[in-house]
């Protein structure tokens, strides 16, 4: 029974997943990579239980694709709040000299 819904009705699932992820990629969201991530635990479930092993070279490609972009981009977000701090303390800087 549990394998029949897995295998039957959780592809639909990985399918709205998939395309909320790509949505929320647009609005460049910090959090989407860790959904991807989860997605492909998800994944992970269905390749086993539905014996699909063709699947698996792409599952663990994107394990480590959604893993890196998650770092890159977290690491992007907070050069840009550096450099939107240098730029506060600039302006105060500036403001104190006059």
């Given at each position: 029974?549990?394998?029949?819904?897995?295998?039957?009705?959780?592809?639909?699932?990985?399918?709205?997943?998939?395309?909320?992820?790509?949505i929320?990629?647009?609005?460049?969201?910090?959090?989407?990579?860790?959904?991807g991530?989860?997605?492909?635990?998800?994944?992970?479930?269905?390749?086993?239980y539905?014996?699909?092993?063709?699947?698996?070279?792409m599952?663990?490609?994107?394990?480590?694709?959604?893993?890196?972009?998650?770092?890159?981009?977290?690491e992007?977000?907070?050069?840009?709040q550096?450099?939107?701090l240098?730029?506060?303390?600039k302006?105060?800087?500036?403001?104190?000299?006059?």
């Amino acid at each position: 029974m549990l394998d029949k819904l897995i295998i039957d009705y959780l592809p639909w699932l990985l399918s709205a997943i998939s395309i909320w992820m790509n949505i929320l990629m647009g609005y460049r969201k910090p959090y989407v990579w860790l959904i991807g991530l989860a997605n492909q635990l998800l994944w992970s479930l269905w390749i086993l239980y539905s014996h699909h092993w063709g699947f698996l070279p792409m599952n663990i490609a994107m394990w480590f694709i959604f893993t890196r972009n998650h770092y890159l981009w977290k690491e992007q977000e907070r050069l840009k709040q550096e450099k939107k701090l240098r730029k506060q303390q600039k302006k105060l800087i500036v403001r104190d000299a006059i």
